[in-house]
């Protein structure tokens, strides 16, 4: 089964810092686009980053720019988000999202992959 898992939420100060990672598992052929959301209570999903394949190309949301990077290592199919000078509006349920290849040889599929989440609190 190909999955994205992600790790690395938690309660984190304002003012600090936290790094999320998200990595993909299964069968994968190939895997182009990622990304982080976030959904904070009682609030649509967002968007809050992408980078694309190479790591050349990357977008922030206006509210997240100049706190947080995106990157991503594709031998270990994973991608990060590491946020500084957080602050209490972040706090959310951030979802990793990626664009896939699933499948061997004669059977691959494109997959739109999401993550289960994970909780951010940024609190005192």
């Known amino acids: 089964q190909v999955q994205l898992v992600e790790s690395g939420g938690g309660l984190v100060q304002p003012g600090g810092s936290l790094r999320l990672s998200c990595a993909a598992s299964g069968s994968i052929a190939g895997i182009g686009g990622m990304g982080w959301y976030r959904q904070a209570p009682g609030k649509e999903r967002e968007f809050v980053a992408t980078i694309s394949w190479s790591g050349g190309n990357t977008n922030y949301a206006d509210s997240v720019k100049g706190r947080v990077t995106i990157s991503r290592d594709n031998a270990k199919n994973t991608v990060y988000l590491q946020m500084n000078a957080a602050k209490p509006e972040d706090t959310a349920v951030y979802y990793c999202?990626?664009?896939?290849?699933?499948?061997?040889?004669?059977?691959?599929?494109?997959?739109?992959?999401w993550g289960q989440g994970t909780l951010v609190i940024v609190s005192s």
């Open positions: 999202h990626a664009s896939v290849v699933a499948g061997r040889a004669g059977t691959y599929r494109s997959l739109e992959l």
